[in-house]
């Protein structure tokens, strides 16, 4: 193991930066690969975490896998990799099928979640997983197993009421926590400057006596060191912080959203510049981290895995409806009846593989 | 046996589980020195501490969103909701989060929580304080909906439903807290979640009840019994999972049923019970399945004539069996 320059300036080795770079590789191209089988028809619906993978691998980094937590939002496809997930598990929850690890193919893709790799299983009203993770954070105190608690959310998601009750609880109880705000700018269509009087989600920290962290989003060692700051914080029992880095969104919302409506192309093209994959590529060749050799490597690597994860994902089986009613609770309740149908395959309604038909017209 | 009241069976209860369960936390607004508004935690914190008793701020969407957290990393929270009426803050953490994180997971996660709150009117408490608010959440499926209407329910009802694997909301009509005493055994028993139970047998009218309501409904069958009617009162109990097979036979042995609930009439949990029985039971019936029920304003009224014509009792209740019994 190796250690170079630009690895021992935040205290890692040349073999983290590099499995940092696989995972925002990775993640890109799993998200790529999402799109295209989208507009193929394979897929009804993609949410996209492009532009916030380097942010998401670095603050990832420094928790302890399967042992502390993270409470992720629907773009933290890297955030998973990061916390154990495999592209095979993001594919398997965009085909939604049976052996989708975050629900069984039940939820739609995007609410990534994986009990054994301690990600907390997410809804769609946003933000509500900031007090599962702060609730977390109040078990781990209590119970005293020395975890740290992460959630992650948009700038966007950071303007609900739960945020608010849940800082202000984690403040007081010194929990150990962390609210990772990633600050792409656009809340869907609605601009960072009509979400915030503030310039920074960060300036609220101080209402709740807690450090409140700003840091670029594009620049992956940067977002490592300040997260690293606020775990070993959480992990020291100095409490919570509030970090936010300021991401790029480079796709739409979702596959159902056309941002050319509401983003010039000029701010669009500006994006490229900005963007945290090059950019970490390009550090790591300087820092002789990353040969050209390496580089190939990885990328033929990637290349497989996500050819690999689509053919298994394409061909898993679909869940079956007579397991539709099972995990309402713990145990089956009699009670509970079935629908007068039964559980048959055919309900005379029209099937949706492959329809697309709501994102008609809205192709970027 | 002893002789307590409500209030204190579900202290009790409380007290006794948490000093064998280290797992159990209670958390909630005033739940801490002052013991809670209605004192159900009273002596608790001194107890058990601060790190297991804990004094929420004002946030009742984190008090539900923390403990479905901390339920998910080992512990059994016990949330108390100060009022029934505060409880819609922390609507979106029950029904989106707590109701269908097991489902949503593939049985990845669960939700052990246990979820007590304080309802119904007949105490002062006009519109904020006198909320019944069960309908809301029996709607919901992943939730466990319980009522219990005597101590000793109370307490056998509040083991379950902490040692539960899901949420289970805990509703405790105030009125009872001081005026229903009852024996409750010293050595630790279960009531089972999902059981009703008959406190009155009878042959000609089933009465469908839970809470305040089966109390006044059993004040109601003794007052029809005097006039030769035979009335069967059915205690729900738990409310979601509810017990069909309690309600079905008793309506199949008596031919008649009536619902009978102090939330407001149109779609309120009975219309439910209803529904199956017309469903269910058509085939038995005498006679069309009945309602007493709030009347349908936003809430109960404080001045204490308004309060009176609002809640139903057990007077109303005996005219609608007469009117049933009529049939």
């Known amino acids: 193991m190796s250690t170079s320059n630009l690895a021992a300036s935040v205290g890692l ?96 893709p995007g609410h990534y979640g994986n009990v054994a790799n301690n ?62 705000v990633e600050n792409n700018g656009y809340a869907i269509s609605v601009p ?18 807690i450090p409140g962290v700003i840091v670029d989003g594009s620049d992956v060692l940067a977002c490592y060191r300040a997260a690293k700051e606020a775990v070993d914080r959480a992990r020291r029992g100095d409490g919570p912080t509030l970090l936010e880095a300021k991401v790029i969104r480079l796709t739409a919302h979702s596959s159902d959203d056309q941002q050319t409506k509401y983003r010039s192309a000029e701010e669009l093209a500006a994006l490229q510049d900005k963007d945290p994959l090059p950019r970490f590529r390009g550090e790591l060749r300087d820092a002789g981290i990353l040969t050209e050799e390496l580089e190939a490597r990885i990328a033929a690597e990637v290349k497989v895995e996500i050819d690999e994860a689509t053919d298994f994902a394409e061909n898993a089986p679909e869940p079956t409806p007579d397991t539709a009613m099972k995990w309402v609770f713990a145990e089956d309740w009699p009670g509970e009846t079935p629908p007068a149908w039964g559980f048959g395959g055919d309900h005379g309604l029209e099937g949706h593989a492959g329809d697309t038909s709501a994102a008609e017209g809205a192709v970027d | ?39 159900a935690t009273d002596g608790l914190f001194g107890e058990f501490g601060e790190d297991r008793v804990i004094d929420t701020p004002l946030s009742e969407s984190l008090i539900i969103g923390a403990s479905i957290g901390a339920a998910m990393n080992g512990l059994r929270p016990i949330a108390e909701i100060q009022f029934a009426d505060f409880i819609h803050p922390a609507f979106n953490q029950l029904v989106s989060e707590a109701a269908r994180m097991r489902y949503r997971s593939n049985n990845g ?22 909320q019944s608010v069960e309908a809301f959440f029996a709607h919901v499926p992943g939730l466990k909906v319980v009522i219990p209407s005597t101590p000793y329910d109370a307490a056998g ?29 010293a050595q630790e028993y279960l009531v089972p979640l999902g059981k009703a139970a008959i406190t009155h047998p009878g042959t000609q009218i089933t009465v469908i009840a839970y809470g305040l309501m089966a109390h006044y409904a059993l004040e109601a069958a003794d007052v029809v019994a005097e006039e030769g009617i035979s ?83 057990p007077e109303k209740i005996a005219d609608g069996i007469r009117k049933l019994a009529a049939y």
């Open chain 2, 109 to 130: 996660f669960g939700v052990p929580m246990t979820v007590r709150a304080p309802y119904g009117g007949g105490v002062h408490g006009a519109l904020y304080h006198s």
């Open chain 2, 1 to 39: 046996m002893a002789l307590k009241t409500f209030i204190e069976a579900i202290r009790e209860t409380m007290s006794e589980v948490m000093r064998r369960d280290e797992a159990v936390i209670l958390l909630g607004e005033d739940v801490g020195l002052k013991g809670g508004v209605f004192l």
């Open chain 1, 192 to 209: 960072v400057e009509r979400q915030l009087a503030t310039p920074n989600v960060a300036d609220r920290a101080s209402g709740y006596g």
């Open chain 2, 157 to 185: 009802l509040l083991r379950s439903a902490i040692r539960d694997d899901d949420p289970v909301l805990f509703f405790e009509h105030k009125k009872m807290y001081r005026s229903v005493r009852g024996d409750v055994p």
């Open chain 2, 231 to 313: 009335v069967e009162v059915v205690d729900l109990r738990t409310l979601r999972p509810l017990d069909k097979e309690t309600v079905l036979s008793s309506v199949r042995k008596t031919g008649k049923c009536l619902v009978v609930y102090e939330d407001n009439k149109f779609l309120g949990y009975g219309a439910e019970i209803c529904s199956i029985v017309a469903e269910e039971a058509f085939d038995y019936l005498d006679g069309p399945v009945s309602r007493i029920a709030g009347p349908d304003v936003p809430g109960v009224p404080y001045n204490h004539v308004l309060e009176d014509w609002f809640m139903v009792n």
């Open chain 1, 13 to 108: 080795t040349d073999e983290d930066l590099v499995g940092m770079y696989r995972v925002i590789a990775t993640a890109r191209a799993v998200d790529e690969r999402m799109w295209i089988l989208n507009r193929a028809g394979r897929i009804p619906f993609v949410i996209s975490g492009q532009g916030h993978e380097g942010a998401q691998a670095a603050i990832a980094w420094p928790l302890e896998k399967r042992k502390d937590w993270i409470a992720p939002f629907y773009r933290s496809i890297a955030t998973c990799l990061t916390f154990g997930m495999r592209a095979q598990d993001i594919l398997t929850a965009q085909y939604a099928k049976a052996i989708d690890l975050s629900s069984g193919g039940r939820q739609m």
């Open chain 1, 119 to 180: 990600l907390v299983s997410l809804s769609s009203p946003v933000a509500t997983q900031m007090l599962h993770a702060v609730g977390i954070a109040l078990a781990a105190k209590i119970r005293k197993t020395g975890q740290v608690a992460m959630t992650s959310m948009g700038e966007g998601s950071s303007n609900q009421g739960d945020v608010h009750e849940g800082l202000n609880f984690a403040a007081i109880h010194k929990l150990p926590f962390i609210l990772c």
